[in-house]
DNA sequence: TTGAAAGCGCTAACAA
DNA sequence: TTGTTAGCGCTTTCAA
């Protein structure tokens, strides 16, 4: 093995303790003592054994994230947002990904490498309110998006309703009248998109249109693919809307590009709204007009909420912060604009 | 704290060693015993502390990997399937990103977290030979990625100058001569596009074109914005090429949101070829053609040797496999093809 | 087949 | 200001 703290002492004579206190950065360690015991450290080559000191504190300062997957640029760039929010707060994240299953959810949950996470920070997708409720795991646990939970847990989400009904409204505005909602889902599975396709009726109603259901596109998953053949899907069935309402961004990308291959032109025959905001729908042919969750603010509450906990404070009611959004105009509902602000490129 | 052996070794009257083979699935236990102990256990509601047993072992089953940013949707699809190869041999992965800095980069092949990573997969870009030759961290470490060194480490990597060639090549097949490279850098930066601006010289050299100098964009990083940016530095020049090989999908992807905002036509006026195979080249207005590294053979081959490394293998030569790409072809090289394949949706 | 005891490297209480 | 020592929870000889 490696050099250890008493092997530092031997060498510099003076006791572990002594050698401890200069890792440490102690207040009281005379000039000499600390030069002499430096030296020591730099001759051997010591690096503290933080396994040990683990064990010893009984914290690692490792939290974990688990997103459904890296595949979707959101989670990926939420993971950017907590890893150095955690880093300001020196802590090192482990990332893991769940596949959108529920049992890895479960799982990850119940405990992911018990006692060397301090905390866990967790974005589920089929994870039910019991299931938290069930849970044994002592280790802090806040959550991520846009599920809704009856269970004593920290929970970061936008207002997805609020922001639903923004977009929407947007549509609205521009004219739109036959508006679908792309990136439903039935059953068990129906929650993740439940408070947006909520946000998307109370907006409809709110301007006297009775939402019309079959407008409503249940999608297999979330991804492109799925939106692709989800945009497909519903005009094959002679409904074609004037615009949609995608659960997220994948989605909308994957629409567009039906709409387009059906010649169709965006957003003159179908205007498209996303949800999320990935770079990637910056630099469509057609840019797209999204939500933009405040992911950094997302990372930040979602970080700090579990340092809190961590740090033994009383043991406050679970928060529900709010963070922010906003919704952002692109080109998928600006007609005449197609490549407008890249004139100058 | 938790429960420990000795919590568990008291309630069921026997000694920690008994707890500890029950635990550990130990052949030599009596079943009868073996109840007894569990019933224990899950009264308890025990827990092993892995850090405890880390400390033991002197091993902690984590390896880290550490890519330049999930925002290339390349290297979260990369760390997706890390992620899921060190799973296959019990190994939990921490993610960190460097940035892209080279300070970063030392930072963590230096050793990140001492002692509680048993192993790095590190994808450097700006990190040197000597950077590495300096290291003293004795945990092992495999390299991703295209840069070279002449360092005793393994490194995993397709062959870049080959596939930069058959990208090339396919170009040259298509007609196209004036063959412009997107994603050129300079000075200490230069390396990463190295091999890939190599594979473009050789392949045009060797269809009898001197490689025009004027046609090679150097860019400020390696994003969307940097490939929209630096077409449009290209065709502001006057240099208007017949193609575009971009050093990777991200710059492509940029350059094709140039290209169609000055009007131009892809791949009419000017196919593109990217690199990454990521999965957003197969969702614009115009699919990308690409190069396919096989992620999954990368991921694998790297975990795999890490994996060897770790179990106490005599000290193997450093190791240089070759996984395997493909060159996939799609609208943006293929004329008259727009949404051919998208025809049945 | 099971038990007793040492010790992984560190921190923290207590002593000097 | 520095040294001594116990012990975090576990695995692992060595005995029984």
């Given at each position: 093995m490696g050099v250890s703290l008493k092997d530092v002492a031997q060498r510099a004579g003076v006791s572990i303790k002594t050698v401890s206190n200069v890792v440490n950065n102690y207040q009281h360690v005379t000039p000499a003592m600390r030069t002499k015991v430096q030296q020591a450290i730099d001759e051997l080559g010591y690096r503290p054994n933080l396994t040990a000191r683990h064990l010893r504190k009984g914290r690692t300062g490792i939290i974990a994230l688990a997103v459904p997957e890296f595949g979707n640029p959101y989670f990926a760039e939420l993971a950017g947002a907590v890893v150095d929010a955690a880093a300001r707060h020196d802590y090192t994240v482990l990332v893991d990904h769940t596949a959108g299953l529920r049992e890895n959810e479960l799982l990850v949950s119940q405990g992911f490498r018990s006692h060397v996470i301090d905390g866990l920070i967790l974005s589920p997708i089929h994870l039910e309110t019991e299931d938290l409720m069930a849970r044994t795991e002592t280790a802090p646990l806040v959550l991520?998006?846009?599920?809704?939970?009856?269970?004593?847990?920290?929970?970061?989400?936008?207002?997805?309703?609020a922001a639903a009904r923004d977009a929407v409204r947007h549509l609205l505005g521009r004219g739109h009248r036959r508006i679908a909602f792309l990136g439903s889902r039935t059953g068990r599975e129906r929650?993740?998109?439940?408070?947006?396709?909520?946000?998307?009726?109370?907006?409809?109603?709110?301007?006297?249109?009775?939402?019309?259901?079959?407008?409503?596109?249940?999608?297999?998953?979330?991804?492109?693919?799925?939106?692709?053949?989800?945009?497909?899907?519903?005009?094959?069935?002679?409904?074609r809307p004037d615009a949609v309402f995608a659960y997220n961004d994948l989605i909308?990308?994957?629409?567009?590009?039906?709409?387009?291959?059906?010649?169709l032109r965006i957003p003159d025959d179908i205007a498209v709204v996303g949800f999320d905001d990935i770079e990637e729908s910056r630099y469509g042919a057609t840019t797209l007009t999204t939500i933009a969750p405040d992911k950094e603010a997302i990372a930040r509450l979602a970080v700090d909420s579990l340092v809190e906990r961590l740090s033994g404070q009383p043991v406050a009611e679970p928060r529900k912060p709010r963070p922010g959004y906003r919704l952002i105009i692109r080109e998928s509902t600006t007609p005449g604009s197609a490549h407008a602000h890249l004139k100058d490129l």
């Open positions: 991520l998006g846009e599920r809704e939970y009856e269970a004593p847990y920290d929970h970061i989400a936008i207002d997805n309703v929650q993740p998109a439940h408070l947006r396709l909520r946000g998307w009726r109370e907006e409809l109603a709110a301007a006297g249109i009775t939402p019309d259901e079959n407008l409503v596109v249940v999608t297999d998953g979330y991804g492109r693919e799925d939106g692709a053949t989800g945009m497909a899907a519903l005009l094959d069935r002679g409904e909308a990308i994957g629409a567009m590009r039906t709409i387009t291959a059906r010649g």
